[in-house]
């Protein structure tokens, strides 16, 4: 029988990691009711960090034995640049894999250096990973198809070696920087416009602007959201709604950064619902409290009338519900709760619905299909090569607007901002003008 030791150093990342997946469902089942609730959620926080380095860990060893072991074992070793490349390589993985602690450690009014450093590196490791995959599968299917008809000399050999890293190193660089540039530039103003059966007359031509995903964490700061602030005002929305993940840290620890924020001014209010990040931070009631301090109406499961300006007997109903991950995290109070938030909205008003994610999309509709525009987030439109095909996958709306049914549309918001990683690729960050229509 094979012992630990005598395992290679990838099967015991994956032990390793099976053991921190292990104690954290122990941590759900028996410290849920013994810690209190910012403890039990910060000690998950940092378990999952873990789990996700003991990963990292596994491809971290990928890219060492294809990027340095690989020329370790050719006269490239003797050069003078093999040492500075080894230590280059070093450091871009302890960059990448440190990058989910800066979400516990280093958060302020501004991202500083490191974490922006630490995160670019995690989106360089996940294109490098992938590119390495895809580049050694074709090496392998190559080698499978063409069979060993004639035996390769050892130089030929070596050259064909040294092409995959190399390659695939060229790759990320020029992506990264690809990126990086694009997701520094000023989120796009995208203009909608969506027939809302039974919008009265009166309302037509209502303007939304929806926000989502703007993240104020360790790459996202003050400056950025002021950015988006003034965006917003230039618009001059009726209503400004925000559908979750404003934040991935405590309100305490980040309140300079959403000063901002009180500078909406939408005549018909402003509001927001939680996505899954603000359960993740385990400090809602703060940041309820924090939002209400700026004029910004939290919707805890529940709606308010919207009265058209015009006429006062002239309105819809917006509701707005907890993110589903509130009942995943057995978040005390919170949880999607569709049949309290449209408490009193009937089929004889427009309903607008706020939902954070696709799929609350999806099962608020398979339980009221007289909703009329639900209004999401959640997906970033993928964020990044190569996460966009999961994102695609996973969710029931991908980015964009969707007619559902006769009467029903269906908007998932790419995201004003990003998540961790400051980068974008085959995806734009979006502020929407939605402009209601009445039929």
């Known amino acids: 029988m094979i012992s630990f030791k005598q395992l290679p150093l990838e099967a015991k990342a994956a032990v390793a990691a099976g053991v921190v997946f292990f104690s954290m469902m122990l941590s759900r089942s028996y410290l849920a009711q013994q810690l209190e609730l910012r403890t039990r959620h910060w000690f998950m926080r940092l378990q999952m960090a873990l789990f996700v380095n003991t990963l990292m860990l596994i491809g971290s060893l990928h890219v060492w034995k294809n990027t340095v072991t690989v020329f370790a074992r050719s006269s490239a070793a003797n050069s003078f640049f093999f040492m500075p490349w080894k230590i280059a390589v070093f450091m871009f993985l302890a960059l990448a894999h440190s990058s989910f602690f800066t979400l516990l450690f280093l958060v302020a009014e501004e991202p500083y250096f490191f974490s922006l450093a630490a995160y670019t590196c995690l989106g360089a490791y996940i294109i490098l990973i992938f590119f390495l995959f895809t580049l050694g ?18 130089s030929g050999k070596s050259s064909r070696t040294a092409m995959k890293p190399v390659l695939a190193v060229l790759l990320t660089a020029v992506l990264t920087v690809i990126g990086l540039l694009n997701a520094s530039q000023p989120p796009t103003v995208n203009r909608v416009e969506i027939p809302v059966h039974k919008l009265p007359v009166t309302m037509n031509n209502l303007k939304v602007v929806l926000l989502s995903d703007i993240h104020l964490g360790p790459t996202v700061g003050k400056t950025k959201l002021a950015m988006i602030v003034r965006m917003v005002k230039a618009l001059k929305p009726d209503i400004t709604v925000i559908v979750g993940d404003l934040t991935d840290s405590e309100a305490e620890i980040i309140r300079p950064a959403v000063e ?5 001014n939408s005549p018909l209010g402003t509001y927001f619902v939680t996505g899954n990040h603000e359960y993740y931070t385990s400090d809602v009631s703060n940041w309820f409290e924090l939002l209400k301090s700026f004029n910004i109406r939290p919707l805890h499961n529940e709606n308010v009338k919207i009265v058209s300006p015009v006429g006062t007997g002239d309105w819809f109903c917006l509701a707005g519900v907890d993110d589903i991950e509130a009942d995943v995290l057995r978040y005390s109070g919170h949880g999607m709760d569709l049949k309290k938030a449209l408490r009193g909205c009937s089929s004889e008003h427009a309903i607008v619905l706020l939902a954070h994610q696709p799929v609350a999309a999806k099962w608020a509709l398979q339980e009221r299909p007289d909703i009329n525009l639900i209004l999401s987030g959640h997906t970033h439109g993928g964020q990044m090569f190569p996460l966009n095909a999961g994102a695609y996958f996973l969710n029931p709306f991908f980015v964009g607007l969707y007619k559902v049914g006769q009467n029903t549309f269906v908007y998932v918001s790419p995201g004003t901002m990003y998540f961790g990683i400051p980068m974008r690729l085959g995806s734009r960050a979006e502020i929407t003008e939605i402009i209601l229509r009445s039929p």
């Open 137 to 154: 599968s074709v090496e392998q299917a190559y080698k499978f198809f063409a069979g060993r008809g004639t035996k390769a000399n050892s």
């Open 260 to 264: 901002p924020l009180g500078e909406l």
